[in-house]
């Protein structure tokens, strides 16, 4: 099960470095850097069903990420909290919370296909973002279900925080374990640190973007504060590029 969970998740990922890395990150920024702003590119310029489909692949499949990564912690967690019913349980299980992430994603990233669009900057630059400016709720819900995902990821610490003190509790307890059941808990154990370390990293990553996105969100008027708010983002990116 736990495969199944791990293979989904490097399928969401690999979505996300494809759709932000390749053909976001890379040609509109990275580019620009390293030939003195002589080449860049930016995919969404190029018509408005690009730019829809765009916004709408980097929602769905970044919710799709941050999701896949929450639903696995969760699993461990129960796991780990109640061996006998959840430690076991069959693929059949996996595969419905895998389609259960899939759909959910969908459904909370669609209407942004319909709301984004072309809108100018205070600087008259045309940008691919929400094409009505009384969008401030589906801005907020930007903020917390897609892109940085701060609603999974929140729901990420407290999941990891209850999974380390039963850790550090098994740790304790492991010297009046039995042999056989001291090879089944340094399983669950060994896999459970190793996906603590991905959500710390996931959640390093994620914190940047989501302050960097709610200032970006809160001080329009300001290009010195938005800039800052941007290279938080893009700091936020980077460490989730490295992960």
């Known amino acids: 099960r736990l495969n199944l969970y791990l293979a989904f998740l490097a399928f969401s990922d690999n979505l996300c470095l494809i759709v932000y ?11 620009p850097f390293l030939s003195n ?6 995919p969404w310029n190029h018509g408005v069903l690009i730019c829809k489909f765009h916004r709408f692949g980097m929602a769905f499949v ?49 209407p942004y296909f319909y709301l984004m669009g072309y809108s100018l900057t205070s600087e008259g630059q045309r940008v691919c973002y929400f094409a009505d400016s009384n969008t401030y709720f589906w801005q907020v819900t930007n903020v917390l279900f897609n892109n940085c995902g701060l609603v999974q990821v929140s729901l990420m610490i ?4 209850l999974l380390t003190v039963r850790l550090i509790r098994y740790r304790r307890e492991r010297t009046n374990l039995t042999e056989g059941s ?6 669950e154990v060994s ?6 370390i991905l959500s710390v990293i996931m959640i390093v990553g994620s914190l940047p973007q989501t302050i960097g996105q709610t200032m970006a969100m809160i001080v329009v008027d300001d290009p010195v504060l938005v800039l800052f708010a941007y290279t938080l983002f893009d700091t936020g990116s980077t460490i989730f590029f490295i992960q």
């Open 191 to 196: 896999a459970s640190v190793v996906l603590v």
């Open 37 to 42: 702003k002589q080449l860049y590119f930016y």
């Open 182 to 187: 001291k090879t089944l808990s340094s399983s």
């Open 62 to 110: 970044s919710t799709m990420s941050t999701t896949a990564q929450l639903l696995i912690t969760v699993d461990r967690c129960l796991s780990i909290y109640y061996p006998l019913r959840f430690a076991n349980a069959s693929n059949k299980r996996a595969w419905y919370g895998i389609g259960a992430v899939t759909l959910i994603s969908f459904i909370v990233s669609a």
């Open 158 to 161: 407290v999941a990891n925080c």
């Open 21 to 31: 890395g390749w053909l976001w990150y890379f040609p509109a920024k990275t580019m």
